[in-house]
């Protein structure tokens, strides 16, 4: 068979995350333009397509490109900036009042070229992104070729994006209408807490999340308080709340979730709400634990972000991953739960679906884009390779991602970025971000 531009990857080691639970061995991927053309052992790929140009990676196991959940990209410039807080202080002390004196379209861009870099090298392929100034993002991640679906953020306080909820809006919409069609670019309506938007703000969201098809991504009970101070001002519990908005259906994806009663988790099961876990910013910001365990047993869909460098302060989703399945393992003690293929599978394909992308992204399968991530596991920490998705979740990090494919085209090799062009944007912007050195 012939494709003008086929390329053949044959690696050790493929983990498709579709089927399920499979490891293949000594096969191999064909791409062609941006797709997965075929799949199969390698010596039938070989003889089948002679022409196709090869790469061949001995040691490796490829898996599909890691979609991470939630993040707010531009803060990789606010990175140490409010650490050893919790989150109340760390936004109204630190975040809020640097982001009101420093954001612009520049801030923007830059915060997301760092961002798209070092989650490229992480193995991230794909973004789910809640931020201001949200063209900046897209044109980061178009530099480096990366899928994003960025937030129409909303607030009900003024920042240097928009004046309040109705500009908010019009803007975040104005930016849909004109990049809607792009490759690779995606839109959610994007409140960002129920905390920090109003009843009738909320309405219009869930009006404009039916008439448009839009998911919605919101931070949701993240921390006792956020709870606590819903039932002094609403009566209710966020999730209560904002069901009786309309805000909550398998188009939504809620952040965090961590302070959840049963009756929460029997709202997200009802509504099929998709969950957003960030372990490390939970951690980090001693928000507490989701209660992962419980949701799986429930059957809510948990996909995994790393929410932004200000809270984490790594935009690394192996390692996320990692403490995921340590943490739900240790809090139930039940070992058992969230195996290897499990977590690999949160972290693909269940991020994915929770953006309405599983026809596209998210698995290893003939017709799907070819994003894919090859991990270099000859390396003495990785050594014998007993089992390959093991290892990836438990043993290795993202130091050993050594090659990228973003729709078809390489763009990590030996661990480093192909594009001059890219290169030389990545080399200016990290000579501006000295002066966001230690803001004040
Ligand atoms: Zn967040």
């Known amino acids: ?31 062609a333009g941006d797709r997965i053309l075929a799949i199969g052992p390698a010596e039938g790929l070989i003889q089948d397509w002679p022409h196709a140009r090869r790469t061949v990676l001995p040691n490796h196991l490829l898996t599909p490109g890691f979609v991470n959940l939630h993040t707010h990209a531009a803060m990789a410039l606010l990175r140490g900036t ?99 069609d792009t490759a690779r670019v995606h839109f959610t309506l994007g409140p960002h807490a129920p905390y920090t938007v109003s009843d009738p703000t909320l309405r219009e969201i869930a009006k404009l999340s039916a008439e448009l098809s839009l998911p919605i991504h919101i931070h949701v009970q993240e921390t006792a308080t956020e709870v606590a101070e819903s039932l002094a001002r609403h009566g209710r519990r966020p999730l209560v709340r904002l069901a009786e908005l309309g805000i909550l259906g398998p188009e939504t994806i809620a952040v965090h979730a961590v302070h959840l009663d049963a009756a929460d988790i029997a709202l997200l099961k009802q509504y099929g709400v998709h969950v957003a876990h960030c372990p490390h910013s939970n951690l980090k910001l001693a928000s507490g634990i989701a ?103 438990y043993a290795a990090g993202r130091e050993h991602v050594s090659d990228v494919w973003l729709a078809g085209r390489p763009v990590v090799q030996k661990r480093q970025l192909l594009d001059p062009t890219t290169n030389r944007v990545l080399h200016e912007v990290a000579g501006r971000a000295g002066l966001w050195q230690t803001p004040k």
């Open 291 to 393: 209660p992962v365990a419980a949701l799986n047993a429930a059957g809510v869909p948990v996909g995994i972000g790393t929410d932004g460098s200000a809270s984490n302060n790594r935009l690394d989703l192996l390692a996320e991953a990692r403490t995921a399945a340590l943490l739900v393992k240790g809090t139930s003690g039940d070992a058992t739960l969230w195996p290897a293929h499990q977590t690999l599978r949160a972290m693909t394909l269940t991020g994915a679906k929770a953006l309405g992308l599983e026809a596209e992204i998210g698995s290893l399968t003939v017709g799907k884009c070819a994003d894919i991530v090859a991990f270099d596991l000859d390396d003495p920490a990785l050594l014998p390779v007993t089992d390959p998705v093991a290892h990836l979740i």
């Open 82 to 180: 409010g650490d050893d807080l919790a989150l109340e202080r760390w936004l109204r002390e630190r975040i809020w009042p640097l982001e009101a004196r420093l954001l612009s379209e520049q801030f923007v861009f830059d915060g997301s070229v760092l961002a798209c870099a070092e989650m490229l090298r992480s193995g991230i392929t794909c973004f789910n992104d809640m931020y201001f100034f949200p063209e900046s993002t897209v044109q980061a991640a178009q530099l480096f070729g990366m899928r994003v679906a960025v937030a129409m953020v909303v607030l009900n306080f003024p920042t240097p994006w928009a004046s309040g909820p109705d500009e908010y809006l019009r803007k975040g919409l104005d930016v849909r209408d004109r990049l809607r």
């Open 1 to 31: 068979m012939t494709a003008p531009d086929a390329e053949l990857i044959i690696a050790r080691w493929i983990a498709p995350v579709e089927p399920d639970n499979v490891v293949l061995e000594n096969h191999g991927i064909v791409l």
